[in-house]
């Protein structure tokens, strides 16, 4: 069985601010909080997915800037790969999820994260520390 790749944004604003998803499914996630992002399609590379499932999931343009870590294990048969990303434009709005939430330094565990998120989060942290 082939391992299914999913992307994920780190999308960094002014201040170390980073945006944290609420998602809406399915229901045994509903209402936990993620970074912004989706399973890579056939034939697509990784940041081109990463681009496409913010315009679709928050109707905005990121750049994609360095990876952070390595793989990140999901659930069996998953792994996710996670990109900084800064916003190219507009404000994000919440297409698919049930909300979104910008966290600035001091805030950042005031959300729910799923399993992987929190671990990615924790690393994430660690980064903007150095900048």
Known sequence: MSTVV???A??????GRVLAA????PPALAGGWEFPGGKVDPGE???EALVRECREELGVE??????????WPLSEGYLMRVWLCSLA????EAREHLALRW???????????????????KTVENL???D
């Not at 780190?10 to 201040?15: A, L, R």
């Not at 434009?89 to 994000?92: G, R």
């Open 128 to 130: 903007l520390q150095l």
């Open 22 to 25: 609420q998602r809406a499914e």
């Open 103 to 121: 966290l600035g330094p001091g805030e950042y565990y005031e959300v729910d994260w799923l399993g992987a998120d929190l671990t990615i989060m």
């Open 10 to 15: 780190v999308i960094v604003g002014p201040g």
């Open 6 to 8: 999913v992307v994920a």
């Open 45 to 47: 590379g990784e940041e």
């Open 89 to 92: 434009s507009e404000m994000p």
């Open 62 to 71: 990121v750049v994609v800037g360095e990876r952070v870590g390595g793989d």
